[in-house]
């Protein structure tokens, strides 16, 4: 079946921690995407990457980092400089780019603070 | 600025009626609007997307209305089912590309038997 994987599904994070959210896809699609959604606000982006080796800053990059050396892989790294990091995340990849995008969503990685 | 208005507040209907939910924008000229459906603990699934040149789109018991004057989209949902208690997130699309959609923070739909 072809589909996004977030994985985990919870993660615990320490201070000082850096931890990375994995994502992978199968859809062979170009576009891919990371979310934070918080209680009460809308899906907020974090980074995308439209082509391999490339990626871009989205509205709230501060504290976070990205690669994509991979078509199917886009993880997520949450830095010890992001200070409020519980969340959740959420993982998209899209089709049919030009003719309006729908975005494919992951299934999410819920990130807690000890 | 910019901005995203879904009623915060659950809308609950009995089994059986139709559901409408309102999504109002500001300072936006969106090209396109979609349509998520939510279920707790899960990622949003797209559910329709309207152009600005379209008036109303269907899809099974799903309809989506888009009136670009008034600046709103409503969704209906007809025959309401308890299974389709979710939340629903309206995102506007600026420029055809993923990468400019906003999300509002979602209306919650119970129905109820």
């Known amino acids: 079946d072809g589909g996004i994987t977030q994985s985990p599904k919870y993660l615990f994070r320490k201070e000082g921690q850096n931890v990375t959210l994995s994502c992978e896809q199968n859809?062979?699609?170009?576009?891919m995407y990371w979310y934070r959604q918080d209680p009460g606000q809308g899906l907020r982006l974090i980074y995308y990457s439209q082509i391999v080796n490339d990626f871009q800053k989205g509205d709230i990059a501060e504290g976070y980092s990205v690669s994509r050396e991979k078509k199917e892989s886009f993880p997520l790294t949450v830095t010890s400089a992001q200070k409020n990091p519980t969340a959740f995340y959420l993982c998209a990849s899209s089709t049919d780019r030009g003719t309006g995008e729908k975005l494919l969503f992951g299934s999410g990685t819920q990130l807690s603070v000890l | 600025s910019q901005k995203i208005e879904q009623n915060s507040e659950a809308l609950n209907i009995q089994e059986g009626k139709t559901a409408t939910l309102t999504c109002n924008y500001t300072?936006?000229?969106?090209?396109?609007l979609q349509w998520y459906r939510q279920d707790p603990g899960r990622g949003p699934v797209f559910l329709l997307l309207i152009r600005e040149n379209e008036k109303e789109k269907r899809k099974e018991r799903l309809k989506v209305t888009f009136d670009t004057t008034l600046k709103q989209s409503l969704f209906h949902i007809t025959a309401s089912q308890p299974a389709d208690s979710a939340t629903y997130l309206c995102?506007?699309?600026?420029?055809?590309?993923?990468?400019?959609?906003?999300f509002g923070t979602g209306t919650r739909l119970q129905v109820t038997l």
């Open positions: 859809l062979n699609h170009d576009a």
């Open positions: 995102a506007l699309d600026k420029g055809g590309t993923a990468s400019k959609l906003t």
């Open positions: 300072n936006y000229s969106p090209a396109y």
